[in-house]
């Protein structure tokens, strides 16, 4: 880093749920404060992380039968995924950490939790060089028509988090776990007993965020992060002329740190 920064330098306000609160709950509060993952507490004590991929993998599990999205508690989708530091150590070990970490909390000397740090705060700071070509990961495709449960499918299956949606061959949007969570959370809070039919009915084209944010090959990687901070996403597509040829992730930025 140019210049020394600690962890207070670079850490945002820490945003928090109960265990014990609802999921409709905290995926409207990750939502709203454009956090994923969301840090878990239990009695002020941070006990892990949940994630809108695993809010989607929860509300797209048989083993919950009927029961509503209102009666399930974020504590089911908790996961110890988070690691922390205290907020006078040096910003430079945030790196690592965040290369294998999604979240980073932070402590106060008093052990108590006063900031967070994410994959978004630390491009603020610190950004990688050399070419937006190397970073660029494959982009799965999928038809405007493919149905939400095969996507589930395949987020489940391979691990994918995101596909670019294609009409008459054309990119016409893009579906992420954050669009297949609030799908999921809608249906399984609004319909009950008929939410395995409603849901085979719902497509690609029903749920992609669009239009598609993109932006060329050739655009220097600062500008891509400014783009990321600005919008609040953490994926932008990558188009060579009028073609998509895969996509750049905050993930992908800071593993090239």
Not at 73 to 88: G, L, N
Not at 142 to 148: L, M, Y
Not at 193 to 205: E, I, M, P, Y
Request: charged letters at 25%.
């Amino acid at each position: 880093m140019n210049q020394k920064l600690t962890v207070k330098d670079v850490m945002s306000k820490p945003v928090s749920i109960a265990k014990s609160a609802l999921i409709p709950e905290a995926l409207s509060k990750m939502l709203n404060e454009g956090i994923d993952p969301i840090v878990v507490t239990n009695d002020h004590v941070v006990v892990g992380t949940a994630s809108r991929r695993t809010i989607a993998e929860k509300m797209g599990s048989k083993k919950i039968g009927n029961i509503p999205a209102s009666q399930i508690r974020v504590a089911s989708v908790t996961k110890e995924d988070f690691t922390s530091v205290y907020q006078d150590q040096d910003a430079e070990l945030l790196v690592p950490l965040l290369q294998r970490y999604k979240i980073v909390v932070v402590w106060d000397e008093e052990h108590r939790l006063i900031g967070q740090v994410t994959k978004g705060d630390l491009l603020r700071y610190i950004r990688p060089e050399g070419s937006l070509e190397t970073l660029i990961e494959l982009a799965p495709r999928i038809a405007s028509s493919d149905r939400v449960v095969q996507i589930h499918r395949r987020m489940a299956n391979n691990g994918a988090t995101r596909f670019i949606v294609m009409d008459d061959n054309k990119s016409v949007g893009i579906v992420t776990e954050t669009d297949v969570a609030k799908v999921l959370v809608k249906l399984k809070s609004e319909i009950d007993k008929h939410f395995d039919n409603a849901l085979r009915n719902v497509t690609a084209g029903d749920i992609m965020t669009k239009p598609l944010i993109t932006t060329q090959v050739n655009t220097p990687i600062s500008a891509v992060v400014d783009m990321m901070i600005a919008k609040n996403i953490s994926t932008i597509p990558i188009a060579d002329g009028e073609k998509i040829i895969g996509l750049v992730t905050r993930k992908a930025l800071v593993n090239a740190l």
